[in-house]
Antibody
Framework: EVQLVESGGGLVQPGGSLRLSCAAS????????MSWVRQAPGKGLEWVSV???????YYADSVKGRFTISRHNSKNTLYLQMNSLRAEDTAVYYC?????????????WGQGTLVTVSS | DIQLTQSPSFLSASVGDRVTITCRAS??????LAWYQQKPGKAPKLLIY???TLQSGVPSRFSGSGSGTEFTLTISSLQPEDFATYYC?????????FGQGTRLEIK
């Protein structure tokens, strides 16, 4: 059974850092395209970043230069390192899988982890 | 960057109704569009990909159509469990924008 479990969220001060993790089971992270998507309280979905099976990465302009997506193949885990956090980064962060052989749509999502940036 | 505009933003309907949600892209995206359903406190769920292909396990009352810049999601006969928020997403290029969402509520 495919499962994605995020962790690492919490309260952090503006300018601080946080690393989110997404532990996967039932499939291999490195063989798929893995993304982070966030949702601010009461707002819509915002795509944040993707890492391809080949290792290429892309970022939303709003996080470029501050966030880094990565994976640990032997742990089958996806990460999002978030630096220089701002109040507008407050959101539930979801990891999601897009099959490498598909069209890019996210067929599995984690339950989300809440990041709150506040002093 | 490609922007997606959904209409309406809010929709009130009754069980058994047929409803249609529209998603317009700011430039052509061929059929690189997906639709998701999200219920409060839950992660989104994939309904449709490649504009018109039903994801495995999704009821056949859901259907998608369109290509280029205009797309629709249709629910043929609303069921109580369909009241949720629906999002379109373009998969043609980065950044992978989502529409702003359509909230579907019970009349």
């Amino acid at each position: 059974e495919v499962q994605l479990v995020e962790s690492g969220g919490g309260l952090v001060q503006p300018g601080g850092s946080l690393r989110l993790s997404c532990a996967a089971s039932g499939f291999t992270v490195s063989s798929n395209y893995m993304s982070w998507v966030r949702q601010a309280p009461g707002k819509g979905l915002e795509w944040v970043s993707v890492i391809y099976s080949g290792g290429s990465t892309y970022y939303a302009d709003s996080v470029k230069g501050r966030f880094t997506i990565s994976r640990h193949n032997s742990k089958n885990t996806l990460y999002l390192q978030m630096n220089s956090l701002r109040a507008e980064d407050t959101a539930v962060y979801y990891c999601a899988r897009a099959p490498r052989t598909g069209t890019g749509a996210f067929d599995y999502w984690g339950q989300g982890t809440l990041v709150t940036v506040s002093s | 960057d490609i922007q997606l505009t959904q209409s309406p933003s809010f929709l009130s309907a009754s069980v058994g109704d047929r409803v249609t949600i529209t998603c317009r892209a700011s430039q052509g995206i061929s059929s690189y569009l997906a639709w998701y359903q999200q219920k409060p406190g839950k992660a989104p769920k994939l309904l449709i990909y490649a504009a018109s292909t039903l994801q495995s396990g999704v009821p056949s009352r859901f259907s998608g159509s369109g290509s280029g810049t205009e797309f629709t999601l249709t629910i043929s006969s609303l069921q109580p469990e369909d009241f949720a928020t629906y999002y379109c997403q373009q998969l043609n290029s980065y950044p992978m924008a989502f529409g702003q969402g359509t909230r579907l509520e019970i009349k």
